[in-house]
């Protein structure tokens, strides 16, 4: 199931929300308590007509959901809640009911009305539907996050199977806009008004739930999260899994020119070349499923078709003795940083002898190699 960066909501289930402090982890917890539907809620024996996103009861009951004793602070939390838009409450002075209703509620998938049938979800069971900007508010109205803002933060930035992230293919990924997959810790501090150790820390606390891939130079680190909802059984992938695609993108955008940090080139050729290297892995899986069933030549004999090399590298002839014969074997021009001797005429299937097609990292640069079939 996607979870694309164009979709408005994102999914929390409930045996997954966090027990931390703060604006949006009361917020949650509210959110939690409200009516999935319309119907007739029951509070101490009264029966109450509630909306979806609504709950109707007493301040004793708000101040459980809250998990606070103070009624005082029980109603400071609603009217922060209320000034930032959060949600509205009202409460009646003869007969104490009070009912607070959720803002950002997912009208559109609610259910049908059932008078006679539960109005609120067990607790444990179930998801909350959570807007994907709801952390927006606080970034702009530079307030400072507390652990269960920025945890929510995280978690409402998850994208899953999205074309403009190469990354969220292996797993469901944390991205801040079009050009925010490759995250510093800088950027985060600076976003929920923290420092840097803080941000480290916060990770070390929460590795179970967010695992951190640090990428060389100042690229950035990539952050999955581990439990968002999916169909599929999905596992936190491999070091070298990431950094493979991590060196696709770099390939495809060898002869890309940007402006900016090295982060923020890493996050437009992130965007810009995703979709290329995820064509690249889907033709690579459809190749090793055996679906290019084998053909038959002249003589009757079976023979397997394997897919055609495009490698574009940096080769280098500069300490070959017999340069002349290289240009012949290869047909192309050559120059660049590697320097192996080529003295015969070699097959596609050997051109792992000289690299790895997967490492980017032992060149730089390219040139188009044609091979001899005859």
Avoid at 112 to 138: H, N, Q, S
Avoid at 197 to 213: E, G, I, P
């Amino acid at each position: 199931m996607k979870c694309l960066r164009k979709y408005k909501w994102v999914k929390l289930p409930r045996k997954e929300m966090p027990e931390l402090k703060g604006r949006l982890g009361y917020w949650l917890k509210l959110a939690e308590s409200a009516a999935f539907r319309k119907g007739i809620g029951t509070y101490c024996g009264h029966k109450n007509p509630v909306e979806p996103g609504m709950w109707a009861g007493g301040i004793v009951g708000v101040k459980a959901i809250l998990g606070v004793r103070s009624r005082t602070k029980a109603f400071q939390i609603l009217d922060h809640l209320k000034a930032l838009g959060y949600l509205t409450y009202t409460r009646d002075a003869e007969t104490k009911l009070l009912t607070y209703q959720i803002t950002d509620w997912v009208m559109e998938y609610t259910g049908e009305e059932c008078m006679d049938g539960a109005v609120y979800a067990t607790p444990g069971y179930g998801f909350v539907c959570m807007p994907r900007d709801i952390t927006e508010r606080l970034a702009e109205m530079n307030y400072k996050f507390d652990e269960a803002d920025a945890w929510l933060d995280l978690w409402c930035h998850t994208v899953f199977r999205d074309y403009g992230n190469a990354f969220s293919f292996l797993s469901p990924v944390i991205q801040y806009g079009k050009y925010g997959s490759m995250l510093t810790l800088e950027t985060l501090g600076k976003r929920w008004g923290w420092e840097k150790t803080k941000v480290w820390r916060f990770f070390k606390n929460h590795a179970t739930c967010f695992q951190l891939y640090r990428l060389p130079n100042s690229y950035g680190s990539v952050i999955y999260s581990r439990f968002y909802p999916t169909c599929d059984e999905i596992q936190m992938p491999e070091e070298e899994s990431v950094m493979s695609i991590f060196r696709k993108i770099l390939i495809c955008a060898q002869n890309t020119h940007t402006a900016g940090s090295v982060n923020e080139r890493g996050n437009r050729y992130t965007a810009w070349k995703s979709r290329r290297v995820i064509k690249a892995m889907e033709e690579q899986e459809q190749n090793e499923s055996g679906e290019n069933a084998p053909i038959q030549n002249e003589s009757g004999i079976s023979v397997a078709l394997s897919a055609l090399y495009n490698a574009r590298v940096i080769f280098s002839c500069r300490n070959c003795k017999n340069s002349r014969n290289c240009i012949n074997a290869w047909g192309s021009d050559y120059k660049g940083k590697l320097k192996p001797k080529i003295e015969k005429k070699y097959a596609p299937g050997d051109l792992h002898t000289f690299f790895d097609l997967d490492r980017s990292d032992q060149y730089g640069g390219e040139i188009v190699f044609s091979f001899a079939t005859g």
